[in-house]
T-cell receptor, first 111, second 114 residues
Framework: GQQVMQIPQYQHVQEGEDFTTYCNSSTTLSNIQWYKQRPGGHPVFLIQLVKSGEVKKQKRLTFQFGEAKKNSSLHITATQTTDVGTYFCAGRGTSYGKLTFGQGTILTVHP | NAGVTQTPKFQVLKTGQSMTLQCAQDMNHEYMSWYRQDPGMGLRLIHYSVGAGITDQGEVPNGYNVSRSTTEDFPLRLLSAAPSQTSVYFC?????????????FGAGSRLTVL
């Protein structure tokens, strides 16, 4: 079945440093979504990418979808303490209803 | 607008006991699903439903049952709890007709099986 691998599992940064998490799928995806989960909270939707090579920005966050639609990345510029949490990618294949999550990257930001 | 409501927030069970995790949404979402979250494992799909009366298995369905008698409710049943089912459970829903199919998650239910 479809597998979505996400790396790294953990990332510790100093406030102001950049951060990137990567997501790779074993199969071609129809779209990929990114979610953020604050410590003790629930996942909250950030963005969806649909087109091959798509790049979207949300303030300091940049999301990319690979040309082959099998990989994606989330880059945060100049991290802040409010960025702490777990970032998940979630890929959807061609069948409706099957959204496969990556393992998540736990981001810690030291002030 | 409450969104997705899960109850209970915390539960401790003994091995072999049964219980039901409740999930209700008030957004008229057709799609509902249950995930479990374990350290290093991400979110794994247990069961999902694309509408009332329709359910299907996800990645890790063993030990869990679901039913969908109404659009609003999607309870998850553990018939005979095992320590391996200790986890945080999230219910999530989305609009089937939406091209984005963005999931809205509940606050989660933390289950401990002794």
């Amino acid at each position: 079945g479809q597998q979505v691998m996400q790396i790294p599992q953990y990332q510790h940064v100093q406030e102001g440093e950049d951060f990137t998490t990567y997501c790779n799928s074993s199969t071609t995806l129809s779209n990929i979504q990114w979610y953020k989960q604050r410590p003790g909270g629930h996942p909250v939707f950030l963005i969806q990418l649909v087109k091959s090579g798509e790049v979207k920005k949300q303030k300091r966050l940049t999301f990319q979808f690979g040309e082959a639609k099998k990989n994606s990345s989330l880059h945060i510029t100049a991290t802040q303490t409010t960025d702490v949490g777990t970032y998940f990618c979630a890929g959807r294949g061609t069948s409706y209803g099957k959204l496969t999550f990556g393992q998540g990257t736990i981001l810690t930001v030291h002030p | 607008n409450a969104g997705v409501t899960q109850t209970p927030k915390f539960q401790v069970l003994k091995t072999g006991q049964s219980m039901t995790l409740q999930c209700a949404q008030d957004m008229n979402h057709e799609y509902m699903s249950w995930y479990r979250q374990d350290p290093g494992m991400g979110l794994r799909l247990i069961h999902y439903s694309v509408g009332a009366g329709i359910t299907d298995q996800g990645e890790v369905p063993n030990g869990y049952n679901v039913s969908r008698s109404t659009t609003e409710d999607f309870p998850l049943r553990l018939l005979s709890a095992a320590p391996s089912q200790t986890s945080v459970y999230f219910c999530a829903s989305s609009r089937r007709s939406s091209g984005a199919n963005v999931l809205t998650f509940g606050a989660g239910s933390r289950l401990t099986v002794l």
